[in-house]
């Protein structure tokens, strides 16, 4: 099992460009979560989803959207792409019945 | 609104040495976790606490959901240099989301 992975790893992006982050978890998880760390901020969560065809919003979900067509997929997608937006992205899976969270090796991002 | 607030923010001690990171909150969680994150590397879950006043240990590290479980501490024994990282607690109010703490950067020089 590769777990959860994500692509790319690293990306660098001028503002206004537009991008797609892929989540996929091979563990036949309902839920699936995206978040950015930012030094001394933590993580904060983005976006989630309660199963496939669903999304709802979580702490800072501005500038983002998220589509979950596939359970096993998770996509975080930006628009235009902005200097904030510059972060350590995650997305993790969780099974429905465990508050446990599996994470990705995470999507560095640079927005100049 | 940060829920959960971690103590100390950064940690930095010597081999053998023993210290305590603290995640308090004003609310109550029905269950409380606890994440190591090494650099360039997504968190991995340590612990679940569930029983207010309950504890667990693994190996070095003891953890302990407080009486109201508003709060939870770590307590490692005999810090080792591989024991360096980022620790998170994350809390649970029997939602789908977690609620995450900034968590303490723990530093063990040898």
């Known amino acids: 099992n590769a777990g959860v992975t994500q692509t790319p790893k690293f990306r660098v992006l001028k503002t206004g460009q537009s991008m797609t982050l892929l989540c996929a978890q091979d563990?036949?998880?309902?839920?699936m979560y995206w978040y950015r760390q930012d030094p001394g901020m933590g993580l904060r969560l983005i976006h989630y989803?309660?199963?496939?065809?669903?999304?709802a919003k979580g702490e800072v979900p501005d500038g983002y959207n998220v589509s979950r067509l596939k359970k096993q997929n998770f996509l975080l997608g930006l628009e235009s792409a902005a200097p904030s937006q510059t972060s350590v992205y995650f997305c993790?899976?969780?099974?429905?019945?465990?508050?446990?969270?599996?994470f990705g090796p995470g999507t560095r991002l640079t927005v100049l | 609104t940060q829920l959960l607030e971690q103590s100390p923010q950064f940690l930095s001690i010597q081999e053998g040495e023993n210290l305590t990171v603290y995640c308090n909150s004003s609310?109550?969680?029905?269950?409380l976790q606890w994440y190591r994150q090494e650099p360039g590397e997504g968190p991995v879950l340590l612990v679940t606490?569930?029983?207010?006043?309950e504890v667990k240990k693994l190996k070095r590290l003891t953890f302990q959901f407080g009486d109201a479980r508003k709060d939870s501490s770590l307590h490692i024994t005999a810090a080792q240099p591989g024991d360096t990282g980022l620790y998170l607690c994350?809390?649970?109010?029997?939602?789908?989301?977690?609620?995450f703490g900034k968590g303490t950067t723990l530093s063990v020089s040898s």
């Open positions: 993790a899976s969780r099974a429905t019945s465990s508050h446990e969270q599996f």
């Open positions: 563990m036949n998880h309902e839920y």
């Open positions: 989803s309660v199963g496939e065809g669903t999304t």
């Open positions: 609310s109550v969680f029905s269950s």
């Open positions: 606490v569930v029983t207010g006043g």
């Open positions: 994350a809390g649970n109010q029997a939602g789908t989301a977690l609620i």
